[in-house]
């Protein structure tokens, strides 16, 4: 397991530092200047370039980019262009607001899709399955900043039961959670189902239902255990297209979260905060499937994963 860890670990290096050259490259050839951004429309050209010259973005992209990720590895991920401050400060706070989202939307996906998965495989067929399949494909359908601005209009502006926007207590994190949830919850279902169908047409379940084992505890102990690791699986790609995905939530909602600062920061052409943003979800993603892949050994003992 430790070998496993360390092997993965390193690899990670090379799948960071490709990000952070393709984000590089990316923001540098969209069209703006971020110094004339800085400097106002109507500013003289030599104040631009006094700004340019002040950002470095006279310098050739290469020496550009070895200073920036000669920066990262010293856990300095730069000044922001927009606002002249440590980009550090700047993610910090909103960075945990998106994660804090993330994780909720994440928790309340795995809750209401093993639930419906459950039920929809061990009764097969019935008016249950059809009708969770159905729910589950219109999840799947909505998209995010609809379902929140039905919510919103439903629940916070008719019905006065929560608050439109922000983010902190209970009642304003119950709507945001929801809108984000609601698809992976969907996915995780069909998942579910597809899966524990699969287990339980072994010959082991028949051979427990066959010995009289109680039927809570063949669904529960037997056939969803082994039929957890690919929902596992979505789950921790779920989680990361969540992070990522926040964006459109965050929006709707206005919650001041990374993924609300991502967009500010692309529209102000202020690369290092989008280039931090970027590598950040990029760490988070690739530890969460980490994770996962290391959770196989312990759903399955017979999994190696040193294989």
């Given at each position: 397991?430790?070998?496993?860890?360390?092997?993965?670990?390193?690899?990670?290096?090379?799948?960071?530092?490709?990000?952070?050259?393709?984000?590089?490259?990316?923001?540098h050839?969209?069209?703006?200047?971020?110094?004339?951004?800085?400097?106002?429309?109507?500013?003289?050209?030599?104040?631009?370039?006094?700004?340019?010259?002040?950002?470095?973005?006279?310098d050739?992209?290469?020496?550009?980019?070895?200073?920036?990720?000669?920066?990262?590895?010293?856990?300095?991920?730069?000044?922001?262009?927009?606002?002249?401050?440590?980009?550090i400060?700047?993610?910090?706070?909103?960075?945990?607001?998106?994660?804090?989202?993330?994780?909720?939307?994440?928790?309340?996906?795995?809750?209401?899709?093993?639930?419906a998965?459950?039920?929809?495989?061990?009764?097969?067929?019935?008016?249950?399955?059809?009708?969770?399949?159905?729910?589950?494909?219109?999840?799947?359908?909505?998209?995010?900043?609809?379902?929140?601005?039905?919510?919103?209009?439903?629940?916070?502006?008719?019905?006065?039961?929560?608050?439109?926007?922000?983010?902190?207590?209970?009642?304003?994190?119950?709507?945001?959670?929801?809108?984000?949830?609601?698809?992976?919850?969907?996915?995780?279902?069909?998942?579910?189902?597809?899966?524990?169908l699969?287990?339980?047409?072994?010959?082991?379940?028949?051979?427990?239902?066959?010995?009289?084992?109680?039927?809570?505890?063949?669904?529960?102990?037997?056939?969803?255990?082994?039929?957890?690791?690919?929902?596992?699986?979505?789950?921790?790609?779920?989680?990361?297209?969540?992070?990522?995905?926040a964006?459109?939530?965050?929006?709707?909602?206005?919650?001041?979260?990374?993924?609300?600062?991502?967009?500010?920061?692309?529209?102000?052409?202020?690369?290092?905060?989008?280039?931090?943003?970027?590598?950040?979800?990029s760490?988070?993603?690739?530890?969460?499937?980490?994770?996962?892949?290391?959770?196989?050994?312990f759903?399955?003992?017979r999994?190696?994963?040193?294989?």
């Amino acid at each position: 397991m430790t070998v496993y860890i360390i092997r993965r670990l390193i690899q990670l290096i090379p799948v960071l530092l490709g990000v952070t050259i393709l984000v590089f490259l990316l923001m540098h050839l969209t069209p703006g200047n971020p110094a004339q951004l800085m400097a106002g429309e109507n500013a003289p050209p030599e104040t631009v370039e006094r700004i340019e010259d002040r950002l470095g973005l006279n310098d050739p992209l290469p020496v550009q980019y070895f200073d920036y990720i000669t920066g990262v590895v010293q856990g300095d991920l730069g000044t922001s262009m927009r606002y002249n401050t440590p980009v550090i400060d700047e993610v910090g706070d909103r960075f945990w607001v998106t994660m804090e989202l993330a994780i909720y939307a994440t928790l309340l996906s795995i809750f209401l899709g093993l639930i419906a998965g459950i039920i929809s495989a061990v009764r097969q067929y019935s008016v249950s399955d059809v009708t969770i399949m159905i729910i589950a494909l219109f999840g799947l359908s909505m998209p995010n900043f609809w379902l929140g601005l039905m919510l919103m209009q439903w629940f916070a502006i008719n019905l006065g039961w929560f608050p439109p926007t922000g983010w902190g207590s209970p009642s304003q994190v119950l709507l945001p959670v929801i809108t984000l949830g609601t698809a992976g919850a969907a996915i995780i279902a069909r998942m579910t189902r597809s899966s524990m169908l699969e287990v339980i047409s072994q010959d082991y379940i028949r051979t427990a239902r066959a010995k009289g084992v109680k039927e809570r505890i063949v669904v529960y102990k037997h056939a969803l255990k082994n039929a957890l690791i690919p929902v596992v699986t979505v789950v921790g790609l779920q989680f990361g297209s969540l992070l990522a995905g926040a964006v459109l939530t965050e929006e709707v909602f206005a919650i001041n979260g990374m993924g609300r600062l991502l967009v500010d920061s692309i529209m102000n052409r202020d690369f290092p905060v989008v280039q931090a943003c970027i590598l950040i979800i990029s760490v988070v993603f690739v530890v969460v499937n980490l994770l996962v892949d290391i959770s196989y050994r312990f759903l399955n003992k017979r999994i190696d994963l040193n294989e």
